[in-house]
């Protein structure tokens, strides 16, 4: 079975940094699209960033952008997402997610078959 692992999460102050890593559990990884989502208790999963395979393309919701940065090592099957600048709001449960349907929108979860168990921010005011 594919599976996704995340890692990072942790309790930092507002304006801290974090590196959050989700490591793909198998090669194919390196040829999927890889996004990162947020979700807060009460609401769905928020699209936060998106990688194409080989890097060159990436995309960022507007609550993110210029704040945090997606990139991957295809050699570690790994896809990042540094954090800097970090808020309250930005606390909740980050997942990565891979194998996005063929037609899918990155920003849309129900379009993604494959998602890792979780890691959690929390930022501290």
């Known amino acids: 079975q594919r599976r996704l692992v995340e890692s990072g999460g942790d309790s930092v102050r507002a304006g801290g940094s974090l590196r959050l890593a989700c490591k793909g559990l198998d090669y194919m990884y390196s040829l999927q699209d890889m996004s990162w989502f947020r979700q807060v208790p009460g609401k769905g999963r928020e699209g936060l960033a998106s990688?194409?395979?080989?890097?060159?393309?990436?995309d960022y919701s507007d609550s993110v952008k210029g704040r945090f940065t997606i990139s991957r090592d295809n050699r570690e099957t790994t896809v990042f997402l540094q954090m800097n600048n970090l808020q309250p709001e930005d606390s909740g449960m980050y997942y990565c997610?891979?194998?996005?349907?063929?037609?899918?929108?990155?920003?849309?979860?129900?379009?993604?078959?494959?998602w890792g168990q979780g890691t959690r921010v929390t930022v501290a005011s």
């Open positions: 990688i194409n395979p080989d890097g060159s393309i990436t």
């Open positions: 997610a891979s194998d996005l349907r063929i037609g899918g929108a990155w920003r849309e979860p129900n379009d993604y078959m494959t």
